[in-house]
């Protein structure tokens, strides 16, 4: 699959739910591996933020972006947008301190992104598969984030309050393009015992009964909602019974949850990345829904590039017999069993190390283990057949080494294991020269990776 971007930019505009102020923002296509970026128009030098969970600041009823003294915040709702439309790159422009609020929902993003349409770029999605359960807790609040292997992204969310309106509700989304008709309408909702805490502390300047549901669920006489009401510059209404408060029908009787949804959407956005997998999150908020995200971004920080996938029941994309048409080397060079997977920029090869393979005895008789150079060797024969694979009758051309650089070994391959070489284009393909970047994977870890230019070359 490939990247996508915004096909035309769009704007919203409105005032934002802490300030109160109007803002515009601008949803601009962005360049491959560009991923989230906000920019501050309004500050000298027209900051720039990426939209990453390491640069989470605060999560105090949203989420907030923060660069030095930069900040943004109100950030998920368009987020958890974009990335259900599977939007990969996009800038956005900001000429205040947070996104605009509109009906305190994703609607408004969701739409605009339908009406200017999406288009695919040229590199590869780099999906963050879960390949075994993660798990983040808060044992303070009871909240948690639990992550396990599935072939797509979906997520299950539970949520209970101590209120008598809103006990327990829970609200699902199992294919990521139902978002906009079942999820993205659903509004932020605040309790009426919370707002002068949050009129105190700056935090809903914008809120009214337009970009909010209000849930009544502690008693209070009338004079004290129409001295909130007051506060919050909106007009008073009269209340006699505890339930939600709001300008419009609910768009489902477990809205709140739907919207706790896409919250958790919009922070698991801040990865950077898409991911597969099955999230369940029960009382979830921005603080465990951003530890989360800040949870896999140090794993992407630590190893650049994810382990393939590699099931040995699944049909090769070249088996041994088609290798040996294309690549001319035989035993005991020959050295890739199988290619896997295969796109346009990158490929996937297999190489199973033995006990009887020739070069043990003599490296090392009692401690066998593969030498370096013949890694990357394997390496150079996975990348050859990406690069044979860019020719007609590929079975006429050879490639040959022209350069090595950046060689690291990370630990011994040793009889036993299972090597996955991945192998990816790092410039294109220029007169019969290629730029690779490769990786050697035992499990989950890499052993070994190299950078190498090559030439192909037709036999004679």
């Given at each position: 699959?490939?990247?996508?971007?915004?096909?035309?930019?769009?704007?919203v505009?409105g005032?934002?739910?802490?300030?109160?102020k109007v803002?515009?923002?601008?949803?601009l296509p962005?360049?491959d591996?560009?991923?989230?970026k906000?920019q501050?128009?309004?500050?000298?030098?027209e900051p720039?933020i990426?939209a990453?969970?390491e640069?989470v600041?605060?999560?105090n009823r949203?989420?907030?972006?923060s660069?030095?003294?930069?900040?943004?915040s109100?950030i998920?709702h368009?987020?958890?947008a974009?990335?259900a439309?599977g939007?990969?790159?996009?800038?956005?422009r900001?000429d205040?301190?947070e996104?605009p609020i509109?009906?305190?929902?994703a609607?408004v993003?969701?739409?605009?992104?339908?009406?200017?349409g999406?288009?695919?770029?040229?590199?590869?999605?780099?999906?963050?598969i879960?390949?075994q359960k993660?798990e983040?807790?808060?044992?303070?609040?009871?909240?948690?984030?639990?992550v396990l292997?599935?072939?797509?992204?979906?997520i299950d969310?539970m949520?209970q309050?101590d209120s008598?309106?809103?006990?327990?509700q829970y609200a699902?989304?199992?294919?990521?393009?139902?978002?906009p008709?079942e999820?993205?309408?659903s509004?932020t909702f605040v309790?009426?015992r919370e707002i002068?805490?949050?009129l105190?502390?700056?935090?809903i300047?914008?809120?009214?009964?337009?970009?909010a549901v209000?849930?009544?669920d502690?008693?209070?006489?009338?004079?004290?909602?129409?001295?909130?009401?007051?506060?919050?510059?909106?007009?008073?209404?009269?209340?006699?019974?505890?339930?939600?408060i709001?300008e419009k029908?609910?768009?489902?009787d477990?809205?709140?949850a739907?919207?706790?949804?896409?919250?958790v959407?919009?922070?698991?956005?801040l990865i950077?990345?898409?991911?597969?997998g099955?999230?369940?999150a029960t009382?979830?908020?921005?603080?465990i829904?951003t530890?989360f995200?800040?949870?896999?971004?140090k794993?992407?920080?630590?190893q650049?590039i994810q382990?393939?996938v590699?099931?040995p029941?699944k049909?090769?994309?070249?088996?041994?017999?088609?290798i040996?048409?294309?690549l001319?080397?035989r035993?005991?060079?020959l050295?890739?069993?199988?290619?896997?997977e295969?796109g346009?920029?990158y490929?996937?090869?297999?190489?199973?190390?033995t006990?009887n393979e020739?070069f043990?005895p003599?490296?090392?008789p009692?401690?066998?283990v593969l030498?370096g150079v013949?890694?990357i060797?394997?390496?150079?024969?996975?990348?050859?057949?990406l690069?044979?694979?860019?020719?007609e009758?590929?079975?006429?051309?050879?490639?040959?080494?022209?350069?090595?650089?950046n060689?690291?070994f990370?630990?011994?391959?040793?009889p036993g294991d299972?090597?996955?070489?991945?192998?990816s284009?790092?410039t294109?393909l220029?007169?019969?020269?290629?730029v690779?970047?490769?990786?050697?994977?035992?499990?989950?870890?890499?052993?070994s990776?190299?950078?190498?230019?090559a030439?192909?070359?037709k036999n004679?």
């Amino acid at each position: 699959m490939k990247q996508v971007t915004l096909q035309a930019p769009f704007t919203v505009n409105g005032k934002g739910l802490h300030t109160g102020k109007v803002i515009t923002a601008e949803f601009l296509p962005a360049p491959d591996n560009t991923g989230y970026k906000v920019q501050r128009t309004d500050l000298e030098g027209e900051p720039v933020i990426d939209a990453l969970a390491e640069n989470v600041s605060s999560t105090n009823r949203g989420t907030v972006l923060s660069k030095g003294d930069v900040s943004v915040s109100t950030i998920e709702h368009s987020l958890a947008a974009l990335y259900a439309a599977g939007v990969d790159n996009c800038l956005i422009r900001l000429d205040g301190p947070e996104m605009p609020i509109l009906d305190g929902s994703a609607k408004v993003f969701c739409e605009k992104i339908a009406e200017v349409g999406v288009v695919q770029q040229k590199a590869d999605k780099d999906f963050y598969i879960v390949k075994q359960k993660i798990e983040v807790r808060d044992e303070a609040t009871g909240a948690s984030i639990v992550v396990l292997p599935d072939n797509d992204f979906s997520i299950d969310v539970m949520v209970q309050f101590d209120s008598p309106v809103l006990p327990n509700q829970y609200a699902t989304l199992e294919r990521i393009e139902d978002f906009p008709s079942e999820i993205a309408s659903s509004r932020t909702f605040v309790f009426v015992r919370e707002i002068e805490c949050l009129l105190k502390g700056n935090l809903i300047k914008g809120g009214d009964l337009e970009n909010a549901v209000v849930i009544y669920d502690s008693l209070m006489d009338q004079s004290e909602l129409d001295r909130l009401a007051d506060l919050m510059g909106v007009q008073r209404k009269k209340v006699s019974e505890f339930g939600f408060i709001q300008e419009k029908p609910l768009v489902a009787d477990n809205e709140p949850a739907r919207h706790k949804l896409m919250d958790v959407m919009g922070d698991l956005a801040l990865i950077g990345r898409p991911l597969k997998g099955k999230v369940i999150a029960t009382r979830p908020g921005h603080a465990i829904n951003t530890t989360f995200a800040k949870k896999i971004r140090k794993e992407i920080k630590r190893q650049d590039i994810q382990a393939p996938v590699y099931d040995p029941n699944k049909e090769p994309v070249m088996d041994n017999n088609r290798i040996r048409e294309l690549l001319p080397h035989r035993y005991p060079m020959l050295l890739v069993d199988k290619i896997i997977e295969k796109g346009d920029n990158y490929i996937v090869g297999v190489k199973n190390i033995t006990a009887n393979e020739p070069f043990f005895p003599g490296h090392f008789p009692q401690e066998p283990v593969l030498p370096g150079v013949l890694q990357i060797e394997a390496m150079a024969q996975t990348g050859g057949l990406l690069v044979l694979s860019t020719v007609e009758d590929p079975e006429r051309y050879s490639t040959y080494f022209m350069k090595i650089d950046n060689v690291k070994f990370r630990q011994k391959v040793v009889p036993g294991d299972t090597l996955i070489f991945h192998l990816s284009f790092m410039t294109e393909l220029r007169r019969g020269c290629a730029v690779m970047k490769g990786y050697a994977f035992v499990g989950e870890k890499i052993v070994s990776e190299c950078e190498f230019m090559a030439q192909i070359i037709k036999n004679k």
